[in-house]
Nanobody, 115 residues
Framework: QVQLVESGGGLVQPGGSLRLSCAAS????????WGWYRQAPGKQRELVAT???????YYTDSVKGRFTISRDNAKNTAYLQMNSLKPDDTAVYYC?????????WGEGTLVTVSS
């Protein structure tokens, strides 16, 4: 059972930056997809960004140009670099790993954008 451990959340002012990390507890198969999701208070969980083992990326419209998803295969870790943060980005952020027809979730990390 792969476990995902997230870090990097916190309180940041509007316009600021944060980098989230998600580390897997074991080596990942060569074919996989990482994803970052978020859930704001009172809202449904939404997909923010994904990256495949082939390097293909996807971003939801609201974060394009501000967020960057990446991964380090040697460290079994995915990242979400978040720049120009807005109050609407406030949410619990979850990482997801899809591999070998299974999906694994992190426990979530809170990002609060407020002055």
């Amino acid at each position: 059972q792969v476990q995902l451990v997230e870090s990097g959340g916190g309180l940041v002012q509007p316009g600021g930056s944060l980098r989230l990390s998600c580390a897997a507890s074991e080596s990942i198969s060569s074919i996989y997809a990482w994803g970052w999701y978020r859930q704001a208070p009172g809202k449904q969980r939404e997909l923010v960004a994904t990256i495949t083992s082939g390097g293909h990326t996807y971003y939801t419209d609201s974060v394009k140009g501000r967020f960057t998803i990446s991964r380090d295969n040697a460290k079994n870790t995915a990242y979400l670099q978040m720049n120009s943060l807005k109050p609407d980005d406030t949410a619990v952020y979850y990482c997801n790993l899809a591999v070998l027809l299974k999906a694994y979730w992190g426990e979530g990390t809170l990002v609060t954008v407020s002055s």
